[in-house]
């Protein structure tokens, strides 16, 4: 592989390069395996993996504390790990088990934990953005220093609702961040030939939304431009959007063959700036890691994987009657 050089020496310690190798790790061999189940029948529906772009959650995360919130698109599986679900229970839930975090009845694209201030995996394409935004307006309402992230992709970027959104966000200072994954192909369209401006994160000049765009391969660069949007937020100046250029090396759900790209550039980017390679390196070249405590380390990912997995095929799927509950909310 080849060196990359970080922007600006981190100030990182070696514990916490060691979690976030482990937390990108864990999402993908994580999403290996459910590629697996779904190549197996195991999955039903819709099955989009986040392999590839593992450096851009874990970055955010880093820059979070308790209450802060969180919604996506339905490449979720791995900001649902990466703020702390259950294996077991997203895998359940990818299979349709009732031991998954909806029960079985979200699958793989709608899956919430309100413990873990998880508000969702959203199949309409930038409907997640304003419900981000509502998120953020309760906490402004209530006063304290939450912050609320509101993920989406390229594709999402060009939606209508995602410009209202801005204008209220803006119009109202709310706390909320808006990401921008930008993994370059949408759904199977380049940037360049569904895009007018290079920079997404500029759309929100026009509002008086400040931003920035991170290299979305360098887990590093993702916190610290992380910290800096939510420092931007608690400090009621109103939104931020930051959009993290990464790439996904799969399709753009299971069904796609992907041939609007070559192999050749999937290789390149798998073998010049994959994020999990490049914190590996810095750890094995700072010497704060050997190669057997890595591999001790994979090996122990490796087994919350295959139990998970174990742990959903031993589900039950969900009873019939199931079909009924969790459809209304009593308010008093």
């Known amino acids: ?35 697996q189940l779904y190549g197996m029948g195991l999955i039903g529906g819709f099955c989009h993996l986040y392999i590839g772009q593992e450096a851009v959650v874990v970055g955010l995360e880093a820059a979070t504390k308790e209450g802060d919130k969180r919604i996506t698109s339905y490449r979720d599986h791995g900001h649902m790990l990466a703020c702390g679900m259950d294996p077991n229970g997203v895998m359940a839930e990818l299979t349709g088990r009732e031991g998954g975090y909806s029960k ?19 199949g309409i394409v930038g409907a997640q953005v304003p419900l981000g935004a509502g998120l953020a307006f309760s906490d402004k309402y209530k006063g304290n220093d939450n912050v609320s992230f509101a993920y989406f992709g390229d594709g999402a970027a060009n939606q209508g609702q995602v410009y209202e959104t801005f204008n209220m966000a803006a119009l109202w200072d709310l706390p909320v961040i808006f990401v921008i994954e930008n993994n370059q192909y949408a759904m199977g369209t380049a940037q360049k030939r569904s895009t007018s401006t290079p920079d997404l994160y500029t759309r929100g000049e026009a509002f008086g939304i400040k931003g920035q765009t991170v290299d979305g391969m360098d887990v590093l660069a993702v916190k610290e431009a992380s910290e800096k949007a939510v420092a931007h937020c608690r400090a009621g100046k109103g939104p931020y959007i930051l959009e993290v250029k990464t790439y996904r090396y799969r399709g753009h759900s299971m069904s796609d063959p ?26 094995l070249t700072g010497k704060h890691a050997s190669e057997d405590e890595l591999k001790a380390i994979d090996k122990e990912i490796k087994g919350i994987v295959i139990d998970s997995a174990e742990f959903a095929k031993a589900s039950p799927e969900p009873a019939l009657e199931e079909l009924w509950t969790d459809i209304y909310a009593e308010a008093n």
């Open 1 to 35: 592989m080849a060196t990359r050089k970080t922007a600006k020496k981190p100030n990182v310690s070696a514990e916490e390069l060691l979690g976030y190798y482990r937390d990108m790790l864990l999402i993908r061999r994580f999403e290996e395996k459910a590629g």
């Open 104 to 122: 079985g009845k979200g699958g793989s694209m709608h899956m919430f934990s309100k413990e873990k201030h998880f508000y969702g995996g959203h």
């Open 258 to 283: 992907a041939k609007y790209r070559t192999r050749e550039e999937v290789q390149k980017m798998r073998s010049e700036r994959d994020p999990i390679e490049h914190i590996r390196e810095m750890l």
